[in-house]
């Protein structure tokens, strides 16, 4: 996270907090038994598949949740 300060010194928080992009998440069934399933931006960093249906995946997700 990055913070930074008003001109009357309050802190404000300074960047994105809790998303796909800056957070990281993963499938917790499969964690638990080893594995490692990204739900975030690391499947287009490390080539690991569509971004774009891992987005969907998670929106349907917390949607449910």
Excluded: H
Aim: charged residues 35%; proline residues 2%; contains cysteine.
């Amino acid at each position: 996270m990055e913070y930074g300060r008003t001109t009357n010194r309050e802190i404000l928080l300074a960047d994105e907090v809790g998303t796909p992009d800056g957070c990281r998440f993963w499938d917790s069934e499969k964690f638990e038994k080893g594995v490692i399933k990204s739900l975030d931006k690391d499947v287009f960093r490390k080539g690991k598949g569509d971004l774009g249906l891992v987005y969907v995946e998670l929106f349907k997700r917390m949607q449910n949740s």
